[in-house]
């Protein structure tokens, strides 16, 4: 059982290019969510989904695109990337919207130069 | 402006004591309150949580209190293992609102042999 499987685990960019995170998980989850993580800083939330075709904002959306074709994956786009993008990067998944906890993959540690 | 605070960036404890983190948070509308737990590398793994209704919930080795009048959460871990070095965040929500979830900064917690 793999859980929450997140790629790539680390990527350096160039200021402007783009690139998309993935996030997959074998749970049949309904509830997917994106956080990033800086330092000092707690847990903020970019998007989430509470199930296929539907997707919402969260807390730090600018910057970040997401669709939701499938249940199993959530994934993240990074049209222009800017140094501000750098950080350590969160999928999580839960049951149903409103299921806590969520369960968290290892993360995608993402460098913009 | 920080609805969920960890005044404690950092905490050191004897192995076999007692290890208490807390945690403060300002909108009295959060009605459930979680721990994760996160090691170096890897995505938060959930620990512990208590909804408002309850002022204490125990497993195992670790107890979560909850302080409503005060806005307070103490998690506290007894006897304290070398494998609880970690950082840990505590998070407050909505119940059944995931992207009202707030997340601390976290308490990087050692444990000193």
């Known amino acids: 059982n793999a859980g929450v499987t997140q790629t790539p685990k680390f990527q350096v960019l160039k200021t402007g290019q783009s690139m998309t995170l993935q996030c997959a998980q074998d749970?049949?989850?309904?509830?997917m969510s994106w956080y990033r993580q800086d330092p000092g800083m707690g847990l903020r939330l970019i998007h989430y989904?509470?199930?296929?075709?539907?997707?919402d904002q969260g807390e730090v959306p600018n910057g970040y695109n997401v669709s939701r074709s499938t249940t199993e994956d959530f994934p993240l786009r990074l049209l222009s990337a800017a140094p501000s993008q750098t950080s350590v990067y969160f999928c999580?998944?839960?049951?149903?919207?409103?299921?806590?906890?969520?369960?968290f993959g290892d993360g995608t540690r993402l460098s913009i130069l | 402006d920080q609805q969920v605070k960890q005044n404690s960036p950092s905490l050191s404890v004897q192995e076999g004591r007692i290890s208490i983190l807390n945690c403060d948070y300002t909108?009295?509308?959060?009605?459930?309150f979680l721990w994760y737990k996160k090691y170096p590398a890897e995505g938060p793994t959930f620990l512990i949580s208590?909804?408002?209704?309850?002022d204490k919930n125990e497993d195992g080795r670790f107890t979560v209190f909850l302080n409503k009048s005060a806005k307070h959460l103490s998690l506290h871990i007894v006897p304290s293992q070398p494998g609880d070095s970690a950082v840990y965040f505590c998070?407050?929500?909505?119940?059944?609102?995931?992207?009202?979830?707030?997340f601390g900064k976290g308490t990087r917690l050692h444990i000193l042999p």
């Open positions: 999580a998944s839960s049951p149903r919207q409103g299921d806590q906890p969520q369960h």
């Open positions: 749970m049949n989850h309904e509830y």
């Open positions: 989904s509470v199930g296929a075709g539907i997707t």
């Open positions: 909108n009295s509308m959060f009605d459930y």
């Open positions: 208590i909804s408002s209704i309850k």
């Open positions: 998070a407050a929500s909505l119940m059944n609102r995931d992207d009202k979830i707030i």
